[in-house]
């Protein structure tokens, strides 16, 4: 693959679309859509992003016996997803800051151990270049509603039986999610 260049199609809010013109091993001129956080990508290092804009919560309870899901009407699939806790990384902010403010907004808990921190991996490489942090960890409190009037979320604990339920009953797990819970759940 030879990258050729970069259009930028549309400026929206939080995201920016652009049109990718390359050049396969065979010669034929493709062109990619994609999206990014980065509003003013110019060229191919633009795009090859290094830097995490997002962190996703992996929260169990104190004794690992429940782990939390948010289940959040999201416009993009017309329905709920079941999904772990996660957002933007604010600016000035590190990681771990990110995680607890974000956990916080969501549910009202309050993250009380960080376990693990995953390196940086793309949250949806087929479309974006965003990088996301994965933070496994513990938390404590009552759930309370979201802080922002723009989520509707319901977050919850769940036992591994109810997991394995849901894992064989809904379609609406985001890949990640589901992932990660058919390992929790089934030991693999």
């Known amino acids: 693959m030879k990258f050729r260049s970069i259009e930028k199609v549309n400026q ?3 995201i920016t679309r652009y049109d990718l013109t390359y050049e396969t091993e065979k010669g034929n001129i493709k062109k990619y859509e994609m999206i990014s956080r980065n509003g003013d990508c110019r060229s191919f290092d633009d795009i090859r992003s290094h830097k995490s804009e997002a962190v996703v ?10 782990i939390l899901l948010n289940k959040e009407y999201r416009m993009a699939v017309g329905d709920i997803a079941i999904n772990f806790p996660a957002g933007l990384i604010d600016p000035g902010e590190d990681v771990e ?10 549910t009202g808990l309050t993250l009380t151990s960080v376990k693990v921190k995953w390196p940086s991996s793309f949250s949806a490489v087929g479309i974006m270049n965003e990088r996301s942090e994965v933070v496994i960890g513990t938390a404590e409190g009552e759930f309370a509603p979201s802080t922002s009037d723009e989520e509707e979320i319901s977050a919850a604990w769940y036992t591994k039986d109810e997991i394995k339920e849901l894992l064989k009953t809904s379609e609406n797990f985001a890949a990640r999610t589901q992932a990660y819970c058919y390992m929790w759940a089934y030991g693999a």
Not at 57 to 66: A, G, P, V, Y
Not at 98 to 106: D, G, I, P, T, V
């Open 97 to 106: 800051t990110a995680a607890k403010r974000e956990l916080w907004e969501e």
């Open 12 to 14: 929206g809010k939080f």
């Open 57 to 66: 919560l992996i929260i169990h309870d104190k004794d690992n016996s429940r």
